[in-house]
């Protein structure tokens, strides 16, 4: 029911192996039940090295041989991955297809023909032709589950997904190690440490803000994502010495940020109205009353202090009038 051409005998485990049918004829759709039922399609070809290898090795038979290709809504087809046949990848013979029939939609390969020799020519799918099959090499699951594994001749190959390389694509991408200053980073690694889809999630203690991205991936191209985001001390509104007054204030972070003090006094001969320490909160906040001045210590504090001011001035007139 067929002959394996093997180009790898005796050494190629898991190779690409061809078959064919040498007991009878069969329409295209016979053919690729023939091929799935005891191997795994029709042939797929890929390139030119293999249409070579193929027109060497199979005998001449004069209905030639259906491939894997077919018509599907107007497209040429491999029918085995669904993918449409492309420009590069067409093999016709001179002046096909030609579709002379307007039912001509499945394909023959041309094997040890005088002219046009391992060239495709399409047919109307009822025709009896042997079914060129292939069992492939790709399975169960090469190139590490991590690439597209593409059949050659007697073996195969590994694309690899983006992220991934080796032979077999069991190598991953690797980013450099993010050491962030003054940042928490929490990250998650599904293939390993700071590899290719790790992603570094980051956060600031309390009292201070972050400055960039809170998300960094690893992508394939062994960069990240974006720089390492970082943490600054987060603002409280400036404050001035009241009249009559000084301020003196210990920054941590930076002038007027988050854990910033200040204390306040007065000048001999003036108390202070107010807190007399205020501290930068996490909110941007000031603790304490906003509301303080220093006054005579003769004088009782007023609620408003421009009352007390006109007190002030009232009092040194009386005071003029009687001396």
Not at 14 to 30: K, L
Not at 119 to 130: G, H, Q, T, V
Request: charged residues 20%.
């Amino acid at each position: 029911w067929g002959w394996a051409l093997n180009p790898c005998a005796g050494g190629g485990v898991g190779a690409w192996t061809y078959h064919y049918s040498d007991q009878g004829d069969y329409t295209w759709e016979q053919a690729r039940n023939y091929c799935q039922t005891f191997f795994t399609d029709l042939v797929a070809i890929q390139n030119q090295q293999e249409i070579e290898y193929l027109n060497r090795s199979l005998p001449y038979h004069a209905r030639y041989y259906w491939i894997g290709i077919r018509k599907l809504g107007g497209v040429w087809t491999w029918v085995g991955t669904r993918k449409a046949l492309t420009k590069e990848a067409e093999n016709w013979a001179l002046g096909e297809p030609n579709n002379r029939r307007s039912n001509q939609d499945c394909v023959e390969i041309y094997i040890q023909r005088p002219q046009q020799s391992g060239k495709w020519n399409d047919e109307p799918c009822s025709r009896k032709k042997k079914a060129l099959c292939y069992r492939a090499s790709c399975q169960p699951f090469p190139c590490s589950q991590r690439g597209e594994c593409v059949e050659t001749i007697g073996s195969y190959r590994c694309e690899c997904y983006p992220g991934f390389h080796g032979p077999e694509c069991a190598e991953v991408v690797q980013c450099a190690e993010l050491e962030p200053k003054g940042v928490h980073m929490n990250c998650s690694h599904p293939y390993g440490d700071f590899s290719y889809n790790s992603t570094c999630e980051f956060r600031c203690q309390e009292g201070f803000e972050r400055r960039g991205a809170g998300m960094l991936r690893c992508l394939p191209s062994q960069e990240w994502s974006a720089n390492i985001p970082t943490c600054t001390a987060i603002t409280c509104p400036a404050l001035s010495a009241p009249a009559q007054g000084e301020m003196s204030c210990s920054h941590l972070h930076g002038d007027f940020t988050f854990g910033s003090t200040c204390a306040f006094s007065c000048q001999m001969g003036f108390a202070l109205m107010g807190a007399q320490s205020r501290e930068c909160t996490a909110t941007g906040t000031w603790t304490g009353d906003t509301t303080r001045w220093c006054y005579l210590r003769c004088h009782r504090p007023l609620a408003d202090p421009g009352i007390f001011s006109s007190v002030l001035v009232l009092s040194f007139q009386q005071f003029s009038l009687i001396v």
